[in-house]
């Protein structure tokens, strides 16, 4: 009986001395804390919008307990950084700190940082910083460096252009909602600009949309992943829309990236004398959906790049479309059933294409389909000067003319003609290499 009792309080008091050693705590200078880093490194963030949550953790190796009389933003709330530690927030109202906290030895505790900066009156990115000041019992200061780049923005929400409108702006432009909207008989020119789109926006054309030097991409400036910006991740925004009533619409030196279907042309009468659309020099990348698609219209496409796309990087259905010095490239990296990089079909009415001095390739043996449903209606082609991976057609030298028929025994073939296709970042540079065999053609 005494044996079991000596066991007893040998245990209780094992847990006893176990407990006030972890509840111990110094006032000792030389304990301090150790941070998973020194600066939370934040991207670029549009002033008045709310930037991701960054974190980081603070840890006590010390040796024993440590109280914080403090943790507080050395410029309170005059940078806009909101900071959680451990559960409790830096109440602005408080002079943007919190009292009292404690790190036990061999314990941890995570921070949570958001930044939403002010205005700043700058056309260019202004860097925005503050320290966050942890306070130790003993009167020592430690602190984490906060830092990132604010840039001031023009917003626009469910915008409608009903007259005559230029855009041209050197502060990037978001937008927000539904997007902009063109009505029938209103031009919209965008200009030396950036736009933005968040979430869902895109442009509906039903007058007409004209652009000269401008991109257009998502709105996410930070990264998924620390090698991947979101700029690289496809499917951000709506894209643009032409609706039936619009006409006449010209897209220069433009950039469309990352949206889910790039550029869609409703059907419409078509006039073999008068474009729906014509794109020159312009880049469409990276489309979870389609590229560029064209219902009965008349398009022109002049030195494009459309690439890596989840469903065709071109779709031409009816109409006429004339492709000149193009690259089409499908190395959409996501999906093994990826579109075409050309894919063409009467569907139903008069068809008329004409390709020269372009590229179409990509991952698959095959990726130029054509798709005749109706042999009652006019389904014409020429290919000329093009490299083309698909199986070859001999004998037909009337719409294949001085073609390069790529296959996957060619030692130069796929991605190879171009200077990068790295598919583990999702960076891609689509002008030749110096070996392809493809020099003079494609829009490079």
């Not at 927000?176 to 020119?189: E, F, K």
Request: hydrophobic fraction near 35%; aromatic fraction near 8%.
């Amino acid at each position: 009986m005494m044996k079991r009792i000596s066991l007893y309080l040998i245990i209780l008091l094992s847990i006893l001395t176990a407990c006030s050693d972890n509840d111990s705590f110094t006032t000792s200078r030389s304990h301090l804390l150790t941070f998973s880093t020194d600066t939370v490194k934040m991207d670029t963030v549009f002033s008045t919008v709310g930037s991701s949550t960054y974190s980081f953790w603070v840890f006590n190796d010390s040796g024993d307990g440590i109280r914080l009389n403090s943790v507080r933003l050395r410029n309170g709330n005059q940078t806009g950084f909101r900071v959680n530690v451990d559960g409790s927030y830096l109440d602005n109202t408080m002079g943007s700190m919190v009292n009292n906290l404690e790190v036990r030895k061999g314990d941890s505790i995570r921070v949570f940082v958001e930044l939403t900066p002010p205005e700043n009156k700058q056309q260019e990115p202004q860097l925005v910083q503050d320290d966050l000041v942890f306070l130790l019992e003993s009167g020592v200061e430690q602190r984490v460096r906060l830092r990132a780049y604010a840039w001031d923005a023009i917003s626009v929400t469910n915008l409608t252009v009903s007259n005559d409108t230029v855009i041209e702006s050197m502060r990037p432009v978001i937008v927000y909602g539904d997007g902009i909207v063109v009505d029938s008989g209103a031009v919209l020119t965008l200009r030396n600009t950036v736009l933005y789109f968040h979430d869902k926006a895109g442009i509906r054309v039903r007058g007409t949309l004209n652009t000269e030097h401008v991109l257009m991409r998502g709105d996410r400036l930070d990264h998924m992943f620390d090698y991947l910006p979101y700029d690289r991740v496809s499917g951000q925004w709506r894209g643009l829309s032409f609706e039936k009533s619009s006409m006449g619409n010209v897209l220069t030196d433009t950039e469309i990236r990352n949206a889910t279907t790039a550029v869609m042309i409703d059907s419409a009468a078509v006039d073999s004398t008068v474009q729906r659309l014509s794109m020159t020099r312009c880049i469409v990348h990276n489309a979870k959906g389609h590229g560029v698609v064209s219902h009965h219209s008349h398009i022109a496409l002049h030195y494009c790049q459309l690439t890596n796309t989840m469903g065709d990087c071109l779709s031409v259905y009816g109409g006429i479309a004339d492709i000149d010095h193009c690259t089409l490239a499908q190395f959409y990296p996501f999906a093994a059933n990826r579109g075409a990089a050309l894919r063409f079909a009467d569907e139903g009415a008069d068809f008329r294409l004409t390709c020269t001095n372009s590229i179409m390739t990509g991952y698959d043996d095959d990726v130029v389909m054509a798709e005749r449903s109706d042999t009652t209606h006019l389904f014409q082609y020429l290919f000329t000067d093009c490299l083309m991976r698909t199986p070859a057609v001999d004998g037909d030298t009337v719409s294949f003319k001085r073609i390069l028929w790529e296959t996957p025994k060619d030692s130069i073939q796929g991605k190879q003609h171009f200077v990068k296709i790295d598919e583990g970042n999702l960076d891609y540079d689509f002008h030749l290499d110096s070996l392809s065999t493809a020099q003079g053609k494609g829009c490079y």
